[in-house]
């Protein structure tokens, strides 16, 4: 088992910056990968970025350029700096770890911060 608890999200206005944190315990060294994804109301819960165990990051189109997910393995946390930020970002923001399949190949999610940007 693994448990995430985000923090971090509150409101902001457009144009500003949060930065989001989940702490990982538990099985931590069965993750191979770390993520945030967010819900927005009446919407499926999408990816915003990933980093695997060696720090490679992939990021959603729409979140390029402006989000930057980072994990320090010593404290067991990930991070999710963001900036510039607009409207269409408020959601749900979730963190995620998926485990190799070696030891069963599941997804664990924290319960989500809310996060509301202002126009």
């Known amino acids: 088992q693994v448990q995430l608890v985000e923090s971090g999200g509150g409101l902001v206005q457009a144009g500003g910056s949060l930065r989001l944190s989940c702490a990982a315990s538990?099985?931590?060294?069965?993750?191979?990968?770390f993520g945030w994804y967010r819900q927005a109301p009446g919407n499926q819960r999408d990816l915003v970025a990933t980093v695997t165990e060696d720090g490679d990051a992939t990021y959603a189109d729409s979140v390029k350029g402006r989000f930057t997910i980072s994990r320090n393995n010593v404290a067991n946390t990930l991070y999710l700096q963001m900036t510039s930020l607009k409207p269409e970002d408020t959601a749900v923001y979730y963190c995620s770890a998926i485990q190799t399949p070696t030891w069963g190949g599941r997804v664990f999610w924290g319960q989500g911060t809310q996060v509301t940007v202002s126009s």
């Open positions: 538990g099985n931590t060294f069965t993750v191979i990968a």
